[in-house]
């Protein structure tokens, strides 16, 4: 159980520098474990409102993109696409789940 939460605080950690990394103005994220793998619900700014988008996460590419710039590029690139209706700038915020 203590492997589980440890690996859970690492991918939280590796999630919220890839969202900073990608300069949204404001977000809240959980990620969690589902039978397909995790799954990491974004709450971001926009400039009317809030939006809420869900992405698959492959755990060994999210693990992988601490240490390699590579991977950490596949994933911004795959997660501002997805994100790009979000503000961009200032501060952040967020919840861990």
């Given amino acids: 159980m203590q492997q589980i939460a440890a690996d859970i605080t690492q991918s939280q950690a590796l999630v919220e520098r ?23 619900t974004v709450e971001c700014a926009t ?23 590579l991977a950490r590029e ?4 795959a997660w501002g696409a997805r994100l790009n209706g979000c503000a961009r700038g200032g501060a952040s915020m967020r919840a861990k789940g």
């Fill in 74 to 77: 596949r994933i911004r690139a």
């Fill in 18 to 40: 890839m969202l900073e990394e990608l300069g949204l103005a404001a977000f809240l994220f959980t990620l969690e474990q589902k039978e397909s793998g995790l799954q990491l």
């Fill in 47 to 69: 400039e009317g409102g809030w939006q809420t988008v869900m992405l698959p996460v492959d755990a060994g590419e999210l693990r992988a993109s601490g240490h390699d710039p």
